[in-house]
């Protein structure tokens, strides 16, 4: 496809069983160039690459579908992908500079990569899941800056890591509110986050805030998170860090300027170690006398932390406490909720009791089935509450509907009545 704001809807590129065995090309199934290309409820089966560019194109993929593709499901390397509601089945995602990726699913990715990215990307409310390649990543790339928020990560085998980022730290890096739950990488050198910088460069932030990483596992230091040598600063809070299995260190940095304020460490062995001097007051470390230290606290029943970390032995903040959280290795659809009150006059609350970790949407439909309000989009864990606004909708009777975005179906309905 070539030419100036091309448009394509509903297409189907497949090539059948019958086509196999044969030697597929280099550059197929499609391949774009041009200006900018859109395409709407495509699907790509058993292509070599489903969707190839070579060129600086502006490629846009709503609610796309690609299965069994040979060698990539998407290659893209200098082009910037836009990519809303898609699923990549078997193979992974090559994609250029300021590419974006919103409610996108990555299954069974065998791949040495899911997703590989370049420069400034944003990745939000994506599912990773079952990647199990002798590669190094589920996500990698090189001078990587930008937003991860809200994706799940869930029983990942790669090689090494889950995010692989080895950048030149010129630019922030967020990763927010993400869950990471059953990463066991293939190596013993392996872990969840891997990150470090090319160059010496200050004033970059990499910022880790609201993640939970659970059943997390790995033999060397940082089977959660760890850094090489670098400069840039980094910012720890209202993290989870529970139950993750191995010998080595649930957080390993060699990196000054680390801080840690408002997170949780349960059950890790090891917590936190760190090269250089490390202010991490103020977090809770799985017992009330504080994290075990040989010299300042040896009678500290917490999570151990290595000698250069500042700690407070004593911080319990109930805020953020999280008592008897646990995750099951199954992956069970058994929860319930509750919308009060109901009928309600503008506002409501959407009581949601998930005692087993599933990413989410919650929408409103109106009675002739049409969605009219996405409520929230992404992982749920244990008990949790989200308001609805329906200010601006008429009175009458509408429908609060919860599905499991990964299993691809409605798990329960309750209907609500709004009245004015």
């Known amino acids: 496809m070539n030419g100036s704001h091309v448009i394509v809807e509903n297409f189907t590129f497949k090539n059948g069983p019958e086509m196999f065995p044969h030697t597929p090309p280099d550059q197929g199934g499609v391949v774009v160039s041009g200006d900018s290309c859109v395409l709407r409820n495509c699907l790509f089966d058993s292509a070599s690459t489903g969707l190839f560019s070579s060129s600086s194109v ?32 078997s193979r992974g995602v090559s994609s250029g500079p300021s590419s974006e990726f919103f409610e996108c699913v990555f299954d069974s990715i065998s791949t040495s990569f899911a997703l590989h990215i370049s420069d400034h990307a944003h990745i939000e409310n994506s599912i990773f899941r079952h990647h199990d390649a002798i590669g190094l990543s589920t996500i990698e790339g090189p001078n990587v800056s930008g937003e991860i928020v809200g994706c799940t990560f869930m029983e990942c085998n790669p090689s090494l890591f889950a995010l692989g980022f080895i950048r030149d730290c010129s630019a922030d890096l967020l990763i ?80 000054q300027g680390s801080v840690f304020r408002q997170n949780v460490f349960i059950n890790n062995g090891y917590a936190l170690a760190s090269v250089y001097s490390c202010d991490a007051r103020l977090n809770y470390w799985g017992d009330s006398t504080g994290p075990h230290n040989m010299i300042h606290n040896p009678d500290g029943h ?116 709004l009245l004015r």
């Open 302 to 417: 917490g999570d151990e932390v290595s000698n250069s970390v500042v700690f407070d032995s004593w911080y319990i903040d109930t805020l953020f406490f999280v008592d008897a959280v646990r995750f099951p290795n199954e992956f069970p659809l058994d929860f319930s909720f509750s919308v009060y009150p109901n009928p309600f006059n503008g506002t409501t609350r959407i009581a949601l009791n998930a005692p087993n970790a599933f990413f989410a949407s919650i929408e409103l439909i109106n009675i002739l089935g049409r969605r009219v309000k996405a409520i929230y989009h992404g992982p749920v864990i244990g008990y949790q509450e989200f308001s609805l606004n329906a200010e601006n909708f008429p009175s009458g009777i509408y429908f609060v509907s919860i599905h499991d975005v990964v299993q691809r179906f409605a798990l329960s309905t309750q209907k609500v009545t």
């Open 176 to 255: 927010e509110d993400n869950l990471f739950l059953d990463i066991a990488p293939h190596a013993q050198a392996g872990g969840t986050i891997s990150y470090g910088c090319t160059e010496n460069i200050a004033g970059s932030m990499v910022t880790l805030r609201g993640n939970t990483f659970t059943h997390c596992g790995g033999n060397n230091g940082g089977k959660c998170f760890r850094t090489g040598n670098d400069t840039a600063s980094m910012v720890f809070e209202h993290n989870r860090f529970i139950d993750n299995f191995g010998s080595g260190s649930a957080v390993s940095l060699n990196s």
């Open 58 to 89: 502006s490629l846009f993929l709503d609610e796309c579908e690609f299965t069994d593709c040979v060698t990539l499901s998407v290659s893209t390397a200098f082009a910037q992908l836009v990519s809303r509601a898609c699923r990549f089945d």
